[in-house]
Structures are given as structure tokens and as C-alpha cells.
């Protein structure tokens, strides 16, 4: 029976082989979905995924791309978002 801790869907199991041949069960945080663009859903490029709190410790500048709608929309959507904006 797992430790009261790690009875939650937070975790995932690992079975990891130790150097004297027993498999034991680890738990690991679970990763993050990747991130889809808000308009056609596609997988955004550029855009960290995996564990919440390794993702908030790198730069944001690697978090997500620094153009307007960065993290948000993709790139083929951003470009007509931006033209449709610049021409209102
Ligand atoms: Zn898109």
C-alpha cells in the first residue's frame, strides 16, 4: 500500500529495477498536457511542458515565445491575428 501521500492522482508510478534485480515502485509527479493553440488546437512550439514546478523555475523567456499572443496562439494564427488587428 502506497504511503497516504501518494494515494493521489498527482502521481504516477515508476517500476525502476534495482541494481540487486527487485522492481520497486516509485512515484513520480505527473506531466502537464501540452499546451494548443486557442484557435485550431494544434500543439504550440516553444512552449515548456512537464512538471508544473520545473516549468515555473526556468526563465520565461523559455516558458512560452515572447511574440504577442506567445503561448496562446500558434504562429500561423498569431500572423492572422495580428494583420486582422493592425487593419481594424
Ligand atoms: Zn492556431
Known sequence: MPTPR???STFRKVFVKTPGG???VQYKRKKS????CAQCQRYLAGVACGIPSRV???PKSSRRP???FGGVYCSRCSRTKIVELARK
Do not use: F, M, P, S
Request: a positive charge.
Open 6 to 8: 501518494h494515494r493521489t
Open 22 to 24: 527487485r522492481t520497486i
Open 33 to 36: 498536457a501540452r499546451a494548443q
Open 56 to 58: 515555473k523555475k526556468l
Open 66 to 68: 515572447e511574440r504577442a
